[in-house]
């Protein structure tokens, strides 16, 4: 059984974001980069799949620039057995990346495309759906337990109010929720051997696909500075505060 897992790089997760002084969107100069969460959980979720015999192979995807090798070397060092970079210097939006990827599973026919919920950066959340929708796959989305046997996968998906269990028959598409695991950390001999995986580079126009934007950002702006807070003497000071300052009460 083969999985296909597209990754996307993104700002680290522990950056502080600063937006560009013309509000154009977010700068990235000399800002550390790093795989989007989401997708770690997704690379290690097909790990765990292929140590329990499950899967034969794991091929990750990313749509993006030649720097984005450095997150498919990551993935590969935590397991994936080869990697597809779709090069293109356009900022990627769902969409493309979603026809590109439908280009990828016509090519490749993996059993299973796992990928993460969401992209920390454009908190977008449809690539998965989207690409379930142009290929017919059926979608297992937010998954916190993936159980693959007998040609199915179980989903079990984190709702408002609980938890709903799907059956999807293969091929499927599955997105990752935060609690499906906890990715392990890359080892030294697995980055160095990493190095030597299978990376193919393709353009978009060798899949048929145009990445041409659609939407357009017309500002983005940071949330509003917290202001300080005050300490009030007692509790019928606090209450009058309430009341009458902020009238929350
Ligand atoms: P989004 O719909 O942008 O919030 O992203 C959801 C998921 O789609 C990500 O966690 C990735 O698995 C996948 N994805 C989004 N953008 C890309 C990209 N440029 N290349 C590969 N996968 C992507």
């Known amino acids: 059984m ?25 700068d990235l100069a000399n800002v550390k980069m790093a795989m989007n969460p989401f997708c770690e959980i997704a690379v290690e979720e097909a790990v765990r799949l292929k140590e329990k015999g499950v899967v034969t192979e794991i091929v990750v995807v990313t749509v993006g620039s030649k720097t984005a090798q450095e ?16 090069e293109t210097e356009e900022n990627t939006q769902p969409l493309g ?17 796992i990928l993460g919920k969401q992209a920390i950066d454009d908190d977008n959340n449809q690539t998965g759906q989207m690409l379930a929708a142009l290929t017919g796959m059926p979608q297992g989305t937010f998954a916190s337990e993936v159980n693959v046997a007998d040609g199915k996968v179980s989903v079990t998906r984190e709702i408002d109010g609980g938890l ?10 599955v997105t990752t929720d935060l609690r499906l695991n906890e990715p392990r950390y890359a080892s030294l001999p697995n980055i160095m051997k990493a190095k030597k995986k299978p990376l193919d580079t393709v353009s978009p126009a060798d899949l048929g696909v145009d990445l041409t934007p659609r ?3 017309l500002k983005v702006e940071p949330p509003a500075e917290r202001q300080a807070g005050i300490k009030v003497a007692s509790v019928e000071e606090l209450v009058d505060k309430l009341k009458n300052e902020a009238k929350v009460i």
């Open 164 to 173: 709903q269990t799907v059956e999807l028959s293969l091929p499927a598409v």
């Open 97 to 113: 990346v979603a026809k590109a990827l439908k280009a990828l599973v016509e090519k490749e026919s993996p059993d299973l495309v």
């Open 2 to 26: 083969k999985v296909l897992v597209p990754i996307k790089r993104v700002v680290d997760y522990n950056v502080k974001v600063r937006v560009k002084a013309d509000q154009s969107g977010v």
């Open 215 to 217: 939407v357009k950002t």
């Open 71 to 86: 997150q498919l070397r990551t993935a590969m060092a935590l397991g994936a057995d080869r990697a597809i970079l779709v």
